[in-house]
T-cell receptor, first 113, second 113 residues
Framework: QKEVEQDPGPLSVPEGAIVSLNCTYSNSAFQYFMWYRQYSRKGPELLMYTYSSGNKEDGRFTAQVDKSSKYISLFIRDSQPSDSATYLC?????????????FGKGTHLIIQP | DTGVSQDPRHKITKRGQNVTFRCDPISEHNRLYWYRQTLGQGPEFLTYFQNEAQLEKSRLLSDRFSAERPKGSFSTLEIQRTEQGDSAMYLCASSSMQGHEQYFGPGTRLTVT
């Protein structure tokens, strides 16, 4: 079992819909959670970063972390065709030193005009 | 802030040849990371530098792989005696000492024929 699990999709929704993207993780030591957006053949772009449980909102994007169920979510409101990309969730442990991120496989999202 | 840059963007090499990639992090970032991403997968952590010190290496980093960051600025990743299984996108990321967010470069796509 991978430490971070993510449905690869594809997930296809009409323009303007609310998109819900999800990940689960198994490592209880994970404290930091990120969402990245990756367009084809490009590097990942950081969208959201949260620490521990709770919600964080930035424009059309909302990230949620529920540590009790080890569940990570990203919501996209008023979805646009330009949101079509692969969305990667990532986690890392707490601690004084920096660790590499552990990524899910990514969910391929398609927003239909 | 010009972001993380990587060179070359694409590299095609024959099996058995050596290749070297370069990463220039965001200028004030002390921490630098290398990841590898294959098709349909999320990035996988390879190694991490804090300034010029290489502090962590994944078991994915075989003896044929070596990374350096001699002056604590740019970094190089060398793969010796390349194999077809080395074909992947090699991503570099950087972060500040205080921050937990990692910012990625555009990647170097390696094809081993």
């Amino acid at each position: 079992q991978k430490e971070v699990e993510q449905d690869p999709g594809p997930l296809s929704v009409p323009e303007g819909a609310i998109v819900s993207l999800n990940c689960t993780y198994s490592n209880s030591a994970f404290q930091y959670f990120m969402w990245y957006r990756q367009y084809s053949r490009k590097g990942p772009e950081l969208l959201m970063y949260t620490y521990s449980s709770g919600n964080k909102e930035d424009g059309r994007f909302t990230a949620q972390v529920d540590k009790s169920s080890k569940y990570i979510s990203l919501f996209i409101r008023d979805s646009q065709p330009s949101d079509s990309a692969t969305y990667l969730c990532a986690s890392r442990r707490s601690g004084g030193g920096a660790d590499g991120l552990t990524f899910g496989k990514g969910t391929h999202l398609i927003i239909q005009p | 802030d010009t972001g993380v840059s990587q060179d070359p963007r694409h590299k095609i090499t024959k099996r058995g040849q050596n290749v070297t990639f370069r990463c220039d992090p965001i200028s004030e970032h002390n921490r630098l990371y290398w990841y590898r991403q294959t098709l349909g997968q999320g990035p996988e952590f390879l190694t991490y530098f804090q300034n010029e010190a290489q502090l962590e290496k994944s078991r994915l980093l075989s003896d044929r792989f070596s990374a350096e960051r001699p002056k604590g600025s740019f970094s190089t990743l060398e793969i010796q005696r390349t194999e077809q299984g080395d074909s992947a996108m090699y991503l570099c990321a950087s972060s500040s000492m205080q921050g937990h967010e990692q910012y990625f470069g555009p990647g170097t796509r390696l094809t081993v024929t």
